[in-house]
Nanobody, 120 residues
Framework: QVQLVESGGGLVQPGGSLRLSCSAS????????MAWYRQAPGKERELVAA???????MYADSAKGRFTISRDMAKNMVDLQMNSLKPEDTAVYYC??????????????WGKGTLVTVSS
């Protein structure tokens, strides 16, 4: 079983910054990739940023130039630094991890989410 715990959400004014953190714990062989998704009210969940194998990263167009994903593989943690926040960034942000399980195979785990509200 793998647990993902997010932190760092909250209320911020437009133009402000927030840093989200996610920590993975449990029993597993390794983590292939970690990512951040978000779901705004009335909208579908969408990928925001991902840290994949080889240290590569990918971003949604809406996040490029404003958000930075960073991963500490030794600590099984991933952060999302969000700058120049806009009201449309308001959403619940979820951390995910693609885990190689101890008994074989891979599985994607999700955290419970952390709310980010961008409002004046």
């Amino acid at each position: 079983q793998v647990q993902l715990v997010e932190s760092g959400g909250g209320l911020v004014q437009p133009g402000g910054s927030l840093r989200l953190s996610c920590s993975a714990s449990g029993t597993f062989r390794s983590i292939n990739a970690m990512a951040w998704y978000r779901q705004a009210p009335g909208k579908e969940r969408e990928l925001v940023a991902a840290s994949i194998s080889g240290g590569n990263t990918m971003y949604a167009d809406s996040a490029k130039g404003r958000f930075t994903i960073s991963r500490d593989m030794a600590k099984n943690m991933v952060d999302l630094q969000m700058n120049s926040l806009k009201p449309e960034d308001t959403a619940v942000y979820y951390c995910t991890a693609d885990v190689r399980r101890t008994l074989g195979g891979t599985m994607t785990y999700w955290g419970k989410g952390t709310l980010v509200t961008v409002s004046s």
